[in-house]
């Protein structure tokens, strides 16, 4: 079998994909993208997939190893997110051409379903607990939100006080009926993430995310000896060397590897593998769409310290375009309690809606998050 072609579909609300083609008439499709960064990712994708005409996609190691290491330059996150997409379709590819879902190549299920969790509050936590509500109608119990808006270097009282208020409120309605991980998102700087996580430890929240950027990583191990929540990162880190310096370092409970960002499916199962050699836990991060999210389940389902996932429906970034909304087979992501079942198709196990996907790359948004400001007028973390 021969790679023929790669095309790119730049979606709403700021996803990729990528379809790859072979002489055998098998198609896989990727999800390559860095929110924010669509363009500049399709770029590289188009560059790298000149080099992948005529190759043979069962060759993935192969395929994985030359994109990464070819050139003099490698890693981050517009080159490792563009592999990670080429990487995925690959894999699709081999499952279809196998007859076999992913994971089956991967070594087999370690589980029959996979805890998912859900968004709430938006960008600036609110309505928490009516949203937390909705949902634990239809089954979930496990929340994420951001755990506080913009936060200066050094902060003032009220401004803890606001972060910790929304967070106290949800405890106070509704008990221990929910969990929920706390994202710092990078707001937070080194001289207030141990303030804000004293002070919103008595919730017991599940995780604190991101406490500090990943770029102040030296922060994690000393963040944790001073509290008992669990500390979350990995968004932000984009291969095995990245990761290993965190591993090394201790620190983190909870690593969150993007199967968009962080080189794929090839590139995370190993990132999987040596966190569970540190005892430590799996999350893969995945505000993004259904391929990016089949692409993390795969992961899961072959990774005994997966203990959550990501996935972005109904978050409140998803404006213009829903997973579903790409997929053929819908009842694939259908929750049960919380759950995803394994999917059972060939591949990845998603059937993309092609002409839905050509349909919207037509009105797909040029996608950017929004620059917040300090009073002051600086530049704030968003
Ligand atoms: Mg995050």
Not at 90 to 119: C, F, N, Q
Not at 244 to 255: H, N, P
Request: hydrophobic share 40%; aromatic share 8%.
């Amino acid at each position: 079998m021969k790679i023929t072609k790669l095309t790119t579909y730049r979606l709403p609300p700021r996803w990729m994909f990528v379809k790859i083609e072979t002489d055998e008439g098998i198609v896989g499709w990727g999800e390559p993208v860095i929110e924010g960064r669509a363009r500049t990712v399709e770029t590289a994708v188009i560059e790298m997939g000149e080099t992948l005409i005529g190759q043979d996609p069962s060759r993935i190691n192969d395929i994985w190893q030359t994109l990464y290491r070819s050139n003099f330059y490698r890693g981050g996150p517009i080159l490792m997110s563009a592999i990670a997409g080429i990487d995925q379709a690959l894999w699709d590819i081999k499952g279809k051409a196998l007859g076999v879902p992913v994971y089956e190549l991967l070594g087999g299920l370690v589980r029959d379903k996979m805890k998912t969790y859900s968004w709430v509050g938006g960008d600036r936590p609110d309505d928490i607990v009516e949203h937390m509500k909705k949902l634990m109608a239809v089954g979930f119990d496990t929340f994420k939100m951001n755990g506080c808006e913009e936060m200066g270097i050094v902060d003032t009282a009220r401004a803890v006080d606001k972060a910790v208020a929304k967070i106290g409120e949800i405890r106070a309605k509704l008990g221990n009926a929910v969990d929920f991980g706390l994202d710092f998102h990078g707001r937070v700087s080194a001289p207030m993430a141990p303030v804000l996580i004293k002070e919103l430890e008595p919730f017991r929240p599940l995780f604190i995310e991101e406490p500090v950027l990943a770029e102040q990583a030296e922060y994690y191990p000393r963040l944790a000896e001073r509290t008992f929540i669990p500390i979350a990162a990995g968004e932000r880190m984009f291969s095995r060397f990245e990761f290993k310096r965190v591993f090394a370092q201790s620190g983190l409970s909870i690593v969150q590897p993007d199967l968009s960002h962080a080189g794929g499916i090839t590139e995370c199962v190993k990132i999987a593998s040596m966190a569970e050699a540190y005892d430590i836990a799996l999350a893969p991060h995945c505000p993004l769409g259904p391929i990016a999210l089949a692409s993390c389940l795969h992961v899961d389902f072959v990774s005994r310290n997966a203990v959550l996932q990501e996935q972005s429906m109904g978050i409140h970034y998803n404006q213009g375009g829903e997973v579903n909304d790409y997929v053929k087979n819908k009842d694939v992501f259908k929750f049960d309690n919380g759950h995803i079942h394994a999917m059972k198709g060939p591949g990845l196990g998603v059937e993309i809606d092609e002409e839905v996907v050509i349909e919207r790359s037509k009105q797909a948004p040029d996608w950017h998050n929004p620059v917040w400001r300090h009073p002051d007028g600086a530049v704030a973390e968003w």
